[in-house]
C-alpha cells in the first residue's frame, strides 16, 4: 500500500534554475498539501488544494512559486527562478479531507540552490 | 506571526520517565489539535489529536491534554522510550481548515 510519493528526493541546482517537485497523493484521498520545512520557521504550509482546486495560497513566499494539480493523482510545486534562500525540505501530504482527518506525509524533496 | 508555539527546541528525557512537550497557541477559534512525531529523512506522521469539545486524550502512552483557558496543550509520554527520539510538532485547525504547525520540540531519550 503505498503512501505519498515524492521526486525528487534530493535536488541540487543553481540559483536562477527552475526546479520542479512532484507529488503523487495516496489514491482516494482528495485533499494535498505542500509544505516547506526550514530551520528558522519550522513546518510552513505553502498552499492545499480539495479536489484539485487550490483552496488557499496564503503561504505560498512570492510569484516565483507555482503549485498545480492537473488531476487527483499528481501535483507539482514549482520554482522559477530558484535562490538560495529557497533551500529547504519540502513535504506534500495528502488526506481524505481537510484537518479533521490525519495528513499523510510524503518523505519530502530536500532542495539546496546554490 | 506565529500563532501556534513550541518554546522548548530541545528537551532530553532519561529513558522510562515522563516526557512533557509543550505547546502554546494564539487563536481561540482553533477547534482541534494534533500533535505529529517526525524522524530524520521522514516525512512527519499523525501521532495523537484532541478535539476542543475535551481536555483529555489518552493513546496508550501518550496523552495529549488541553488547557483552553490558557491556550496550552501538552504531550506527555510515558514511559519514555529509546524509539520516542524524534522531533514532535504541535498543530492546530480551525473549522476543519488547513493546520498550523509549530516549529517542533526535538526530543532525546538519554539510556
Known amino acids: 500500500d503505498a503512501g505519498v510519493i515524492q521526486s525528487p528526493r534530493h535536488e541540487v541546482t543553481e540559483m536562477g534554475q527552475e526546479v520542479t517537485l512532484r507529488c503523487k497523493p495516496i489514491?482516494?484521498?482528495?485533499?494535498l498539501f505542500w509544505y516547506r520545512q526550514t530551520m528558522m520557521r519550522g513546518l510552513e504550509l505553502l498552499i492545499y488544494f480539495n479536489n484539485n482546486v487550490p483552496i488557499d495560497d496564503s503561504g505560498m513566499p512570492e510569484d516565483r512559486f507555482s503549485a498545480k494539480m492537473p488531476n487527483a493523482s499528481f501535483s507539482t510545486l514549482k520554482i522559477q527562478p530558484s535562490e538560495p534562500r529557497d533551500s529547504a525540505v519540502y513535504f506534500c501530504a495528502s488526506s481524505l479531507k481537510t484537518a479533521y482527518n490525519e495528513q499523510f506525509f510524503g518523505p519530502g524533496t530536500r532542495l539546496t540552490v546554490l | 506571526d506565529q500563532q501556534v508555539k513550541q518554546n522548548s527546541p530541545s528537551l532530553s528525557v532519561q529513558e522510562g520517565r515522563i516526557s512533557i512537550l509543550n505547546c502554546d497557541y494564539t487563536?481561540?477559534?482553533?477547534?482541534?489539535f494534533l500533535w505529529y512525531k517526525k524522524y530524520p529523512a521522514e516525512g512527519p506522521t499523525f501521532l495523537i489529536s484532541?478535539?476542543?469539545?475535551?481536555d483529555k486524550n489518552e493513546d496508550g502512552r501518550f496523552t495529549v491534554f488541553l488547557n483552553k483557558s490558557a491556550k496550552h496543550l501538552s504531550l506527555h509520554i510515558v514511559p519514555s522510550q529509546p524509539g520516542d527520539s524524534a522531533v514532535y510538532f504541535c498543530a492546530a485547525s480551525e473549522r476543519d481548515d488547513k493546520i498550523i504547525f509549530g516549529k517542533g520540540t526535538r526530543l532525546h531519550i538519554l539510556p
Open positions: 484532541i478535539s476542543s469539545i475535551k
Open positions: 489514491s482516494g484521498h482528495n485533499s
Open positions: 487563536n481561540s477559534m482553533f477547534d482541534y
